[in-house]
């Protein structure tokens, strides 16, 4: 199978069973991705397939020095704090208390790379952020990691709290943090994201973005990863992250 086909070819499936409410079966072998080149071909495909632009990226790291990966997020799958979302809509539901965070500036392709510290002096804003995982697949997560990496890397909705000023005190790699499922905690007994300080995987965004001949805009959302691992929520549920110096985020599912 040609480079082109296989995402083409992916990413019609995904963007099918979004639209039917449905769940897709594993894909057949020869339409798992190659490697990490046809996994982001396969994620523009989807957007371009479902006529609507990027409004961000979410972006992680399994280890303090691990490997990066993201995908960037639709923007009709933003929503801003206290919003409801349909549950009906994402199966399964898993919910992640993240940081996000907005540029001052946009970045423009250019030849050399951007450095960590012209990264670093162009970030402006932070949000507290909820993440909504949830895949096509219904053997999820018993599915290849490219084809997740593919299918927008199981990005369901991400629910956003108001941004405040960046603050480069912050205790990034440890905040205080509250997240609860209709009043109950779900914190596990330490809360910490994977990746360490969130910011170290920002530098990795804005040259992938950049290097496929994009602007990464100002106003896009960048949320960096779970503090509190994954919890599935069942049936309705109100939900409540609070990351304290910044402002509460919550959402309904109903």
């Known amino acids: 199978m040609d480079t082109e086909t296989q995402p083409?070819?992916?990413?019609?499936?995904?963007?099918?069973?979004?639209?039917?409410?449905?769940?897709?079966?594993?894909?057949d072998f020869d339409l798992n991705p190659k490697d990490r080149e046809a996994a982001y071909l396969t994620q523009q495909k989807i957007?371009?397939?479902?006529?609507?632009?990027?409004?961000?990226?979410?972006?992680?790291?399994?280890s303090l020095t691990g490997p990066i990966q993201g995908s960037p997020l639709p923007r009709d799958c933003l929503f801003p704090s206290t919003g409801t979302l349909d549950r009906s809509l994402y199966a399964p539901v898993g919910l992640e208390l993240e940081i996000?965070?907005?540029?001052?500036?946009?970045?423009?392709?250019?030849?050399?790379?951007?450095?960590?510290?012209e990264v670093m002096a162009g970030i402006g804003e932070?949000?507290?952020?909820?993440?909504?995982?949830?895949?096509?697949f219904a053997a999820w997560p018993k599915i290849e990691p490219l084809t997740q990496l593919a299918d927008l890397l199981n990005h369901g909705a991400l629910v956003v709290g108001d941004f405040v000023p960046y603050d480069a005190s912050f205790p990034f790699a440890e905040p205080t943090l509250s997240f609860t499922v209709n009043g109950e905690s779900v914190v596990p007994g330490k809360a910490a994201n994977p990746a360490g300080d969130p910011r170290r995987l920002l530098p990795w965004l804005v040259n992938h973005h950049t290097l496929q001949g994009l602007i990464l805009p100002e106003d896009f959302v960048i949320t960096?990863?779970?503090?509190?691992?994954?919890?599935?929520?069942q049936g309705m549920a109100e939900v409540q992250g609070e990351i304290t110096g910044l402002p509460t985020v919550v959402l309904t599912l109903a």
Request: glycine share 8%; aromatic share 10%.
């Open 126 to 136: 932070m949000a507290a952020a909820v993440e909504v995982v949830s895949s096509r």
């Open 8 to 27: 083409s070819r992916l990413a019609q499936l995904i963007v099918d069973a979004q639209n039917a409410n449905s769940l897709l079966d594993s894909p």
């Open 47 to 62: 957007l371009r397939l479902r006529g609507v632009e990027a409004g961000g990226w979410k972006i992680g790291s399994k």
């Open 100 to 117: 996000a965070f907005r540029f001052n500036r946009a970045f423009s392709p250019r030849e050399q790379a951007y450095s960590d510290e």
């Open 224 to 233: 960096t990863g779970s503090y509190t691992g994954m919890f599935f929520a």
